[in-house]
């Protein structure tokens, strides 16, 4: 089975640094604060594109040739596929894919989503995929 390594955090316990310390290395494709629902509460937001992982990959790495960017963007394939063929794709770089979740829509979520309280990143992606976790956390005070 493939593996796909998460990084699960919620906030101000250093997630942002060391994901950034991470997704400057060279072997390695960083997707940020991504979710099942992300795209739909960033639209919630104003942002609607900012937690998109497809956007993410090209932005940032610009994983796909601007064609078949545009393809995946007029498409209607559900986060599922999206992660599949960025998965796809940074294997074919040669290259290491790591998520870091975004816990909020999941714990807090509200007023723009029903929170789930549960980790929603880890078993939508854990039907596909074996899930290698890294978990941060902090003492609250």
Known sequence: MKSIRLIHNLPRCGGTIISKCLGAQKDV????????????VSKKIGLPHMFDPIHQSQKWNNLFENKEYKKICDSNYN???????????????????????W?????????FIEPSYKDSLTETLGKN?????????RHPL
């Open 129 to 137: 995929y074996e899930v290698l976790s890294l978990y941060l956390i």
């Open 79 to 101: 986060f599922e596929k999206k992660i599949d063929l960025i998965y796809k794709k940074t294997e074919l770089a040669n290259k290491r894919l790591i998520i870091r979740g």
């Open 29 to 40: 494709i960083l997707l940020s604060e991504i979710h099942p629902e992300g795209f739909t």
């Open 103 to 111: 816990a909020f829509v999941d714990i807090f979520g509200k007023p």
